[in-house]
């Protein structure tokens, strides 16, 4: 059965910028067999009505870059593009926020709008730029890719609205994305191979064991420490500018850390929540047994067999690494927040809590009484971390081209909040905060990482 008119769709994607005849025929039969890729509204999900929620501690913008030693096909690059939001069409759609229930109301577009190639002699100038923009929920795109081009590199950023993906969402949408141009660049295979299945929290119950997911989707309790430390921010009255701090750590020095983190029985997120705790503790002035909470990201992905089978969402929940005393130097540190770690992994519902019950809120009311609800009892942690992990460098190459280097950093947050975001790549460890301040904001981060890769190095 024939869903659209075949002429008419055929000029709709030219006029959107689609410039391959062969790719236009096969785009049109993989959408024809996936019919709900004609849907004009698509139903806002939990997951999505809980960052449209966030818009009141954030800009709601996600951040990432990846960074690659040759030039990008421009039109091949594109074209890919165009194939991934026809098959993904809620990021080519405007956020209608209704107060009975918010929908995607997708949207006509041309790929300008979302993918700009740019010769650039300052590409600190350029990304920083970049990512200081924000999409509108009005925008008809949801991401915004930039790729600056500079003595033969390819500097891909990427901004989106955080209500379409997490980080594991990012790392999807691009591991398909790299599949799709290089299959199209090297041998001709029509870029359309993109996720459409279902975004729906519902999803991580699938694959459970069928009494494990009847006790999983009962856990109503999501009881987060209570902790009262904040950075020394001079204020806390919201700014406009967005500003981001990071560091690295070399990929010698991080190997180091990481070997003696394994000598004593810790992981990789264990150094990166440790350090920022030492940090916090020296631009703060806390003494070594006061007690501190960090929140942790934690991807719900991990429940599922093949990651594959679902479609680019946000699956992330959040642990809390409570220590009761700080601890005296940075492997103290460590130590405690290992120990707590493996107590946190003791419980099978890591993450699950709590889920349930946002899910009735949004379900039993009408959207503006659930979020007046949701935002009486959401508890926004002042002090989190989010580790993106290891990037895959071979997922991740374009044309058989890998990364040299990758760059994440998350919404910017209101103050006080302070969220920092990190990845490892080619066994380097990157490390940022995204902020809504000003200058002197800025100064109190760039002590407060200086202090970060000081703990790491320190081993």
């Given at each position: 059965m024939s869903y659209i008119n075949k002429e008419g769709e055929i000029i709709s994607l030219k006029?959107?910028?689609?410039?391959?005849?062969?790719?236009?025929?096969?785009?049109?039969?993989?959408?024809?067999?996936?019919?709900?890729?004609?849907?004009?509204k698509i139903p806002c999900e939990m997951y999505d009505k809980v960052n449209l929620m966030c818009r009141n501690y954030m800009d709601r913008m996600a951040r990432f870059e990846v960074d690659y030693d040759f030039i990008i096909d421009?039109?091949?690059?594109?074209?890919?593009?165009?194939?991934?939001?026809?098959?993904?069409?809620?990021?080519?759609?405007?956020?209608?926020?209704?107060?009975?229930?918010?929908?995607?109301?997708?949207?006509d577009y041309h790929i300008d709008q979302m993918v700009t190639f740019e010769e650039v002699e300052d590409v600190e100038k350029a990304r920083m730029e970049f990512f200081s923009k924000e999409i509108p929920l009005s925008s008809n795109i949801q991401m915004n890719i930039g790729v600056f081009i500079n003595n033969s590199k390819s500097y891909v950023c990427f901004i989106w609205n955080h209500m379409c993906?997490?980080?594991?969402?990012?790392?999807?949408f691009w591991s398909d994305f790299c599949k799709n141009y290089s299959d199209y660049v090297l041998y001709g295979i029509s870029p359309v191979n993109f996720s459409s299945g279902s975004r729906k929290y519902t999803e991580i119950y699938k694959d459970m064991d069928k009494d494990?997911?009847?006790?999983?989707?009962?856990?109503?309790?999501?009881?987060?420490?209570k902790d009262k430390h904040i950075l020394p921010f001079e204020d806390t009255k919201k700014e406009d500018s967005v500003i981001i701090v990071h560091r690295e750590v070399s990929a010698e020095?991080?190997?180091?850390?990481?070997?003696?983190?394994?000598?004593v029985g810790a992981t990789v997120n264990d150094i990166i929540v440790a350090a920022y705790i030492d940090a916090f503790g020296k631009v703060s002035g806390i003494n070594e047994n006061e007690s501190i909470n960090v929140s942790c990201a934690t991807d719900l992905r991990r429940h599922l067999k093949d990651t594959k089978s679902i479609g680019y969402t946000n699956h992330v929940s959040f642990a809390h690494c409570y220590l009761e005393h700080k601890g005296s130097d940075f492997k103290d540190t460590l130590n405690k927040v290992s120990l707590k770690t493996k107590e946190i992994k003791k419980d099978p519902y890591m993450g699950l809590h709590g889920l349930p019950l946002l899910n009735i809120a949004y379900k039993s009311m009408v959207y503006l009484q659930a979020e007046t609800v949701v935002k009486l009892f959401y508890n926004n942690p002042t002090l989190s971390?989010?580790?993106?992990?290891?990037?895959?460098?071979?997922?991740f190459s374009l044309a058989n081209n890998p990364p040299f280097s990758a760059f994440v950093a998350g919404a910017a947050k209101n103050k006080p909040c302070a969220v920092m975001t990190a990845l490892t790549i080619n066994g380097r460890l990157k490390a940022s905060m995204c902020l809504r301040g000003n200058e002197k904001d800025k100064e109190l981060l760039e002590r407060f990482f200086t202090e970060f890769k000081n703990s790491i190095e320190s081993i």
């Open positions: 006029n959107k910028g689609l410039t391959d005849e062969k790719v236009i025929k096969d785009l049109i039969c993989r959408k024809e067999k996936n019919p709900e890729l004609y849907n004009s421009e039109v091949a690059f594109k074209n890919t593009a165009i194939c991934c939001l026809e098959c993904a069409p809620f990021m080519h759609s405007k956020v209608i926020n209704s107060p009975l229930s918010p929908y995607w109301k997708v949207c993906f997490d980080g594991g969402g990012y790392k999807a494990f997911a009847k006790k999983a989707k009962k856990q109503f309790a999501n009881i987060s420490p020095k991080f190997s180091k850390a990481v070997d003696y983190a394994k000598s971390v989010s580790n993106v992990g290891k990037i895959d460098t071979v997922a």
